[in-house]
């Protein structure tokens, strides 16, 4: 998890891992979206059913985090990362 921010430079990541990353984050950072040249490039990576479970995986967290930090909804403690 640790490596999670430097995955582009990690040899821990596979090219698929460090792509879906790479798209998670182009979703998620205000001011970021996803490229025409992101998307081919996960489009080698997944397949047309995997890229739109990988997009309404990313999707539901992030709505999930503007849901809960609107609400007050404190972390659980259930992804501390140690």
Known sequence: ???VGRA???DLFSDRERV???Y???MTVTGQKV???L???VGR???EPEIVELTAAVALENFRSKFNTALGI???GFCVLG
Do not use: K, V, Y
Request: glycine share 0%.
């Open 24 to 26: 998670a984050e182009a």
């Open 35 to 37: 490229t025409d040249e």
């Open 1 to 3: 998890m640790r490596q």
């Open 45 to 47: 990576q997944f397949a």
């Open 20 to 22: 879906a990353l790479e």
């Open 8 to 10: 582009a430079e990690s």
């Open 74 to 76: 404190e972390a659980q």
């Open 39 to 41: 998307f081919e490039r």
